[in-house]
């Protein structure tokens, strides 16, 4: 994740989200780095990535925002402004048993602002209804298990708790010791928990064994 120093908007047209997702797409291909979720908001972005190693993230990162960062301040006329974004790129890994959550989280971002009432309406993001525009990033979806629940979690209404818990979590730097227990949560968190005992019957053979789960990706915000 980043956003903007002075949190003013980045993007304040639709060719200019345009643009931003046809320059991650670009930096997708230099870097050869798989995009597991990703959405642009006014005045700020969530990616959901699975680096090879972390030099290979520094790399797409730098590209990224330094390039994007030189075409805003030309096409603003703000050169010699200073710095577009507040600071470093804020990231952290995933383990497996948070990646539904965190690219849910990623996706529903739009809803939760107000923005559209489904996360499939949002065009700038990896939710988005309808073929992706040429150029764009190439989505890596999740492990079959995993992407059989994310349609309905992605068109559900699910309860605060949900983005409260997963925003508790990152701030906690990954310690689920805190989290909340609230019956809509435990719900939700109940379908969850089904994945993980699935995976643990296919690895005794109980049932056919869905693909491997990949290593953890990171995600910014």
Not at 28 to 38: A, G, K, M, V
Not at 98 to 104: M, N
Not at 171 to 182: E, K, M, T, V
Request: a positive charge; glycine letters at 8%; aromatic letters at 8%.
């Amino acid at each position: 994740m980043n956003r903007r120093v002075d949190r003013t908007p980045l993007f304040e047209s639709r060719q200019e989200n345009d643009e931003f997702a046809s320059l991650l797409g670009w930096a997708q291909r230099e870097d050869s780095i798989e995009i597991t979720s990703w959405c642009l908001m006014p005045n700020h972005w969530h990616l959901v990535l699975r680096p090879n190693d972390p030099r290979q993230l520094s790399s797409f990162m730098h590209r990224l925002e330094t390039t994007h960062a030189v075409g805003f301040r030309s096409r603003t006329g703000t050169r010699g402004h200073g710095s577009v974004y507040g600071g470093r790129f804020k990231s952290f890994p995933i383990p497996p048993d948070r990646l539904l959550r965190a690219v849910v989280y990623v996706e529903r971002n739009p809803v939760k602002a107000g923005f559209v009432q489904q996360a499939t309406a949002w065009r700038h993001g990896s939710a988005a209804d309808g073929d992706t525009p040429a150029g764009w990033p190439n989505v890596t979806r999740l492990p079959t298990e995993l992407e059989r629940l994310r349609p309905d979690l992605l068109t559900r209404p699910l309860p605060e708790e949900f983005e409260t818990e997963f925003v508790r979590w990152c701030a906690n730097g990954g310690d689920s010791r805190r989290a909340i227990d609230g019956p809509a949560m435990q719900e939700v968190r109940a379908r969850l928990n089904a994945i993980d005992q699935l995976r643990r019957h296919a690895s005794r053979g109980a049932v056919t064994r869905h693909p491997r789960e990949p290593e953890a990706p990171r995600t910014r915000g």
